[in-house]
């Protein structure tokens, strides 16, 4: 049996009342007590942050794609006479949403909701309703005070109206769960409803329901949107076993459903129809179309794989590598149940980007790819729904003012937000650059820290650093936020490599095979050690010795006086050759002319050169970082020290080692291929 319980009690105004408690304790318990039975989870996009703090309390009981989220237009509240045309429409699409679930059962945790907020809730009629199809609903009753004392509680003739009307969805119900054995005959009596068909629970007898205490919550702030009563479980357990007994019951009359698309198809028929809304304006019906369609999106999730670097300018850094590799990789073996979908920002919103992947296609051969060549190559905006994830795999940060809205608003959505945290160097060592870039990737941080699901380091380096940093600078969220690893693949032939040649491609080839040879590759900036390592290379060479540094990567920042030295070293293109912008194919061949990767960087979120080197079987000498280690292992030789002296000592003492066969070697160090790569980060951002 297919349980589906309406929870927008516990995100509207009611949350911290008894009412919110209570229906979060009931449904906690269903949830705890449902044994083979399925639960989901209806919620409203209308309550901003409210979606990742309950499911933050069903976590692990309820299955994260089972807690599922409808949209429907603002201001929908019955206090506002303006749009009722709109609100009775909104009422409609939640039934249409829940219909195309096909639940057995839907339970409404509480009928007498959206006054003031913008909740819909409703019982339709066969008559009004727009929705080809009936599911047996059960409603949680908790008082009738306005048929019983109206005079109070029913002042005006627009409150008596807006209580008629749910009185009338209660007549409709199949079954209503009471809170007290009063209440229960008073129903009966009142609403003219078969006792059969009226269950008394008694959790909500007692001194207790009315007190409010404060339980160890999963995460900061969460007591801002509900908690649960303070029952014991067993109470609330007894409670849940005596509703999903009464379910079952009544799920017997669940009828046969119509496909999504029939059921859809026929709403729209009708929504055509409705002369009630010939009246509203355009701009509500344009917001009221994009939500029927949000709504029909739950059917097919999406990974949204954020390129939005790459579609601007390819750079060929280390990172962009990264991001290329893992896209390939997504494309031509997507997730289960998911279509990949590149996006890039332009701007003022989220594109597809079909436009530069299929100029990317043709690169790919004859592989098949989750899209396809006969799609239009325009760039749609991208629609999000609750079951969608969103994947930050290119550097983003100078985009995170531009867009932290819009990716709130995919979260309040119900979608799912990762980050890839390539390292936060930036914030342990601003001094490596310059101002502006510190204080640009601190802020980008701090909010994606506050509005993702989860951030994905690419080493448990990173993951310590990352998690370190939240102890001093916690963000404001209400739940938890996740911190995963993975690793980087190392096969440069599977990640979409740029070819071509220089004219002099075989004359440097020749001199580096000529002679030892130690290759450093990553962009010119200060961390990297390429000043160290030119010092040491300066030292090297006086004391005459025959050895070669080739240095492959584009000028950063912040190193003048080095690309200074490098133009105009009097050993260069001699036994100092420096290499910009070169393709995959060249860097390739490079490795396998050069004797030894050299890696004198200061810092790094992983070192994907020494993997790169490793599957070239070259040997690795490589400053004594956590991160190396945790990459290389014992596969590596490590050196300590920044100045030019100590580095030399170890080349030299690493000569020695490799003429007589005794130097690390890498060709038994394990690494993952990018395929296995983007399987991690694929296991560890999709729902279990």
Request: net charge negative; glycine share 4%.
């Given at each position: 049996m297919r349980i589906l319980i309406d929870l927008q009690s516990?995100?509207?105004?009611?949350k911290s009342l008894d009412i919110g408690r209570y229906s979060m304790s009931l449904a906690l318990a269903i949830a705890r007590n449902a044994a083979s039975h399925e639960v989901w989870i209806l919620l409203n996009d209308r309550f901003p942050r409210s979606v990742p703090a309950i499911r933050q309390w069903f976590n692990p009981l309820v299955p994260r794609e089972h807690i599922v989220v409808f949209s429907i237009p603002p201001d929908t509240r019955e206090n506002n006479p303006k749009?009722?045309?709109?609100?009775?429409?909104?009422?409609?699409?939640?039934?249409?949403?829940?219909?195309?679930l096909q639940p057995d059962i839907v339970h409404i945790s509480n009928l007498f909701e959206g006054w003031e907020d913008d909740v819909v809730v409703s019982i339709s009629s066969s008559a009004n309703s727009l929705?080809?199809?009936?599911?047996?609903?059960?409603?949680?009753?908790?008082?009738?005070?306005?048929l019983t004392q109206p005079e109070v509680y029913s002042p005006n003739e627009a409150i008596r109206r807006y209580y008629r009307r749910k009185v009338e969805s209660l007549r409709r119900s199949q079954l209503l769960l009471t809170v007290s054995e009063s209440l229960r005959r008073e129903a009966i009596e009142l609403l003219d409803i078969a006792p059969t068909s009226v269950i008394n629970l008694s959790t909500a007898e007692g001194p207790q329901f009315h007190s409010q205490i404060k339980l160890q919550t999963p995460s900061k702030n969460i007591d801002d949107y509900c908690y649960p009563n303070e029952y014991s479980l067993s109470t609330w357990d007894q409670a849940a076993r005596q509703a999903i007994a009464a379910f079952e019951r009544v799920s017997t009359e669940a009828n046969t459903y119509a496909t999504s698309e029939q059921l859809y198809a026929h709403f729209i028929a009708k929504l055509s129809d409705e002369t009630a809304l010939q009246n509203q304006k355009e701009s509500d019906l344009r917001i009221l179309a994009t939500c029927i369609s949000t709504n029909l999106g739950i059917y097919e999730k999406q990974l949204l794989v954020d390129i939005s670097q790459l579609v601007l300018l390819d750079e060929k850094s280390g990172i962009q590598r990264v991001v290329r590799s893992i896209l390939v990789h997504l494309l031509q073996a997507p997730p289960n149940d998911y279509r990949v979908i590149p996006v890039y920002w332009d701007g003022w919103q989220y594109r597809q980007a079909r436009e530069?992947?299929?100029?990317?296609?043709?690169?790919?051969?004859?592989?098949?790819?989750?899209?396809?060549?006969?799609?239009?190559?325009?760039?749609?905006?991208?629609?999000?729904?609750?079951?969608d994830i969103f994947l930050g795999l290119d550097h983003s940060a100078h985009l995170a003012p531009n867009t932290q809205e819009t990716?709130?608003?995919?979260?309040?959505?119900?979608?799912?937000?990762?980050?890839?945290?390539?390292?936060?160097?930036?914030?342990?060592?601003?001094?490596w650059w310059a101002r502006e870039f510190s204080t640009t990737f601190h802020r980008w941080l701090k909010i994606i820290a506050e509005i993702s699901t989860g951030l994905v380091c690419i080493s448990e380096a990173t993951a310590h650093d990352i998690k370190d940093w939240?102890?001093?600078?916690?963000?404001?969220?209400?739940?938890a936020l996740r911190i995963i690893s993975f690793h980087l693949g190392a096969d440069i032939s599977q990640s979409l490599p740029s070819k071509g040649l220089p004219q002099d491609a075989e004359f440097i080839l020749q001199t580096l095979q000529s002679a030892p040879s130690l290759l450093i590759v990553s962009t010119l900036e200060p961390r990297k050690g390429h000043s160290q390592a030119l010092e040491a290379f300066n030292l090297l060479w006086q004391s005459g010795l025959k050895i070669n540094l080739v240095i492959v990567g584009r000028e950063g920042w912040q190193v003048k006086p080095l690309i200074a030295q490098l133009n105009h070293h009097p050993e260069k293109d001699k036994q100092l050759f420096?290499?910009?912008?070169?393709?995959?194919?060249?860097?390739?061949?490079?490795?396998?002319?050069?004797?030894?990767?050299?890696?004198?960087?200061?810092?790094?979120?992983?070192?994907?050169?020494?993997?790169?080197?490793?599957?070239?079987?070259?040997?690795?000498?490589?400053?004594?970082l956590p991160v190396y280690k945790e990459v290389a292992g014992d596969y590596a030789f490590y050196f300590e020290g920044n100045q030019p002296e100590p580095l030399?000592?170890?080349?030299?003492?690493?000569l020695s080692l490799y003429d007589a066969g005794k130097a690390p070697s890498s060709k038994n160090m394990p690494y993952l291929t990018w395929a296995e790569s983007t399987q991690q980060l694929v296991d560890a951002i999709l729902p279990s």
């Open positions: 516990c995100q509207s105004k009611s749009k009722n045309a709109l609100t009775r429409v909104s009422e409609q699409v939640r039934e249409l949403f829940i219909s195309t929705v080809n199809a009936r599911t047996p609903t059960s409603i949680t009753l908790y008082d009738l005070r306005p530069f992947i299929s100029q990317m296609l043709p690169k790919l051969g004859s592989k098949q790819t989750s899209i396809q060549m006969n799609e239009t190559t325009s760039d749609p905006v991208v629609d999000v729904n609750c079951n990716l709130q608003h995919f979260r309040d959505l119900g979608a799912e937000i990762y980050f890839v945290i390539y390292d936060i160097l930036l914030v342990r060592h601003p001094e939240l102890l001093h600078t916690p963000p404001q969220r209400v739940d420096w290499l910009q912008g070169i393709s995959d194919e060249y860097l390739s061949q490079i490795y396998l002319a050069s004797t030894a990767l050299l890696s004198p960087s200061e810092g790094e979120g992983f070192g994907l050169p020494l993997i790169e080197a490793a599957q070239h079987h070259l040997p690795i000498i490589a400053r004594s030399a000592e170890a080349i030299k003492t690493w």
